[in-house]
């Protein structure tokens, strides 16, 4: 059963709000279980997909090619292409160049779809084939490195929109294919058609009768890369991070001597996660936090091997403030890491971050931790992905004096925001 939070009389985002009852966990906003090896990736540029993953030599190659994300079909019951590139090794490889991920499952597919021999949901069966594919996704991406905190893109293609019966099969089938993703640890997110299942999403955004994914990508193939202005689709859908599109369909492109068929996608969206592997200069402790205040949890032998997720900042040690969040959810301070930025952060390694949707529309962003502070310019629209960085408390909105620091440095309270917790502080995000 979702949470429920009773609002009386409070004023968010400019609007009074009376005494109303608002599901925060429930769909359509329903929560992500992150567990402490979890973090999330957001990639804003040019990407291709193609049906089966290059070689790294070819990858490599590629590392000249405006595109710096590669959508990779991990699985599915309709995976049509063979994947002999595409195990943990190939992941570590490529994502070590630099390369993001978006990771594909071609899972059932609609009953009216247009696809030819393709395997499909039932009506009767739809909530539990979704939860099914969503269980099968989520093993075969970890068994190739892609940790919590990932977006799985479930592939529905084009089917006859004006099907009743088919619509509501595959908007069934979806929710349960979020609902399990966030269950599990899981961003999720839908590949589908301009004209079919993107237009059905966009149609139940705010329903209560679905679980609402965290990012759509479209396709339509009329060579216009604008993440905005989509037909069907109100722009304040799917509005924070939670976009992409493939506006170009099969052609072939040759950058650094390799010729490979593709489509065009760009992004701004959430992608794959993974950890890198990195060797500590000395030995060191990890904290159970981003601070030598927290409790020790371990020691780490000189010239070991570490697994880092994501980066954050802490008090300073030497000439870094940035902390390394392991794969464990413990931290280290990258000082003592043998990573190439002794300052700031190193990239292709992300930021932590712990996105969660909005459960309001127009929801206020501050510049502190409290309704007192000055407000950033804009509202977020229901739906919206609050990129969680840390919490703290504040001033108390609702059952919750926690608030949300973002990763644009603004802050949003708590209790707007489908953490799991609507009056404490949400594992695994840290404290600010």
Not at 40 to 48: D, S
């Amino acid at each position: 059963m979702g949470r429920l939070r009773l609002l009386v009389g409070l004023v968010c985002g400019g609007l009074t709000l009376g005494m109303v009852v608002v599901p925060a966990a429930a769909e359509p906003a329903t929560t992500v279980n992150y567990p402490a090896s979890a973090t999330a990736t957001r990639y804003t540029g040019l990407a291709f997909d193609t049906c089966t993953a290059p070689t790294v030599a070819q990858m490599s190659a590629w590392t000249s090619s405006p595109y710096k994300a590669i959508g990779i079909y991990f699985g599915g019951v309709n995976r049509g292409c063979a994947q002999p590139q595409l195990t943990a090794s190939w992941v570590s490889t490529v994502t070590r160049m630099g390369w993001r991920l978006i990771p594909i499952y071609m899972g059932y597919q609609a009953p009216c779809t247009t696809r030819v021999n393709a395997v499909k949901m039932t009506a009767p069966s739809a909530a539990t084939q979704g939860t099914s594919q969503a269980a099968d996704a989520v093993a075969k991406a970890a068994a190739i490195g892609l940790l919590p905190g990932s977006a799985i893109y479930g592939d529905m293609e084009h089917y006859n929109a004006a099907d009743a019966t088919c619509r509501a099969t595959v908007l069934r089938y979806l929710s349960s294919w979020t609902k399990e993703l966030h269950r599990r640890g899981y961003l999720s997110a839908v590949y589908a058609h301009q004209d079919s299942g993107a237009r059905h999403l966009a149609e139940v955004y705010n329903s209560t009768s679905y679980a609402r994914p965290d990012a759509l990508w479209i396709a339509r193939w009329d060579l216009n890369s604008a993440l905005t202005g989509w037909p069907l689709i109100s722009d304040r859908y799917w509005s924070v991070g939670q976009r992409a599109k493939q506006y170009r369909g099969d052609h072939t492109e040759t950058y650094g001597g390799v010729t490979l068929n593709i489509d065009n996608d760009r992004f701004d969206a959430p992608v794959a996660s993974v950890w890198y592997t990195y060797t500590v200069r000395t030995t060191i402790y990890a904290y159970s936090g981003p601070s030598t205040a927290y409790p020790i949890r371990a020691t780490i032998a000189q010239n070991s091997s570490v697994r880092i997720v994501c980066q954050t900042y802490g008090p300073k040690i030497g000439t870094s403030s940035v902390w390394n969040k392991l794969i464990n959810g413990t931290y280290v301070i990258d000082y003592y890491v043998r990573t190439p930025n002794k300052t700031g952060y190193s990239p292709p390694i992300p930021g932590c971050s712990y996105p969660y949707q909005t459960t309001i529309d127009n929801l206020a962003r501050r510049s502190g931790p409290g309704s007192a502070y000055s407000r950033y310019p804009g509202l977020l629209p229901s739906g919206s992905l609050a990129w969680v960085t840390c919490q703290r408390a504040g001033s108390t909105v609702g059952t919750t004096a926690v608030w949300d620091r973002l990763t644009d440095g603004s802050w949003v309270t708590d209790y707007y925001v489908a953490t799991p917790s609507n009056t404490t502080y949400s594992a695994p995000i840290r404290r600010c």
